[in-house]
T-cell receptor, first 116, second 114 residues
């Protein structure tokens, strides 16, 4: 009964070769997040979607893009992966209604990206 | 500015001993506070959360945390740790509104001494 599912769990890509990571959710949450987490560091927010509204963090490189074709799915595209992009990528979802009825974030198991 | 501070990078405690992990936050409105745990190579699992009401919240795996508004703190506690508690622990603030985002502390790595 996994609620936030990330595929694949492990991804190896070549330097400069575009790669897509996927995230799906069964919670019907309206917010989806993508985080990058490097070894022994806190997750770093790349961007998030509130419904269809895309919110990019100011320091997220242009190399990172995202798509959310519907409520359930969200994709992270890395156009030209560099060695420095090797990391764990975490997808999360939450429900935002305001007025004290928001939920916490639910995380997937992550995708470990290796760049060779 | 919104921020979360976990002052302890790494803590080692003996199995069976009590534990307290510190978390301080800076947030412009009433915070929603969370503690997450991450085992190596895994995603984040929610231990507990505080939205409002009773400032002492109980979580899973025997953890609890206390919200202290006057100290801007949300420390995590456990009376007796088990070897399986060895992991990375993250304190987080938010989300509060559609314009907000989750802010994580830098994490505290917990090691358990046999």
């Amino acid at each position: 009964d996994a609620m936030v599912i990330q595929n694949p769990r492990y991804q190896v890509t070549q330097f400069g070769k575009p790669v897509t990571l996927s995230c799906s959710q069964t919670l019907n949450h309206n917010v989806m997040y993508w985080y990058q987490q490097k070894s022994s560091q806190a997750p770093k927010l790349l961007f998030h979607y509130y419904d269809k509204d895309f919110n990019n963090e100011a320091d997220t490189p242009d190399n990172f893009q995202s798509r959310r074709p519907n409520t359930s799915f969200c994709f992270l595209d890395i156009r030209s992966p560099g060695l420095g992009d090797a990391a764990m990528y975490l997808c999360a979802t939450s429900m935002q209604r305001g007025q004290g009825v928001d939920t916490e974030a639910f995380f997937g198991q992550g995708t470990r990206l290796t760049v060779v | 500015a919104q921020s979360v501070t976990q002052p302890d990078i790494h803590i080692t405690v003996s199995e069976g001993a009590s534990l307290e992990l510190r978390c301080n936050y800076s947030y412009g409105a009433t915070p929603y506070l969370f503690w997450y745990v991450q085992s190596p190579g895994q995603g984040l699992q929610l231990l507990l959360k505080y939205f409002s009401g009773d400032t002492l919240v109980q979580g899973i795996k025997g953890f609890e945390a206390e919200f202290k508004r006057s100290q801007s703190s949300f420390n995590l506690r456990k009376p007796s740790v088990h070897w399986s508690d060895a992991a990375e622990y993250f304190c987080a603030v938010g989300p509060y509104s559609s314009a907000s985002k989750i802010i994580f502390g830098s994490g505290t790595r917990l090691s358990i001494r046999p």
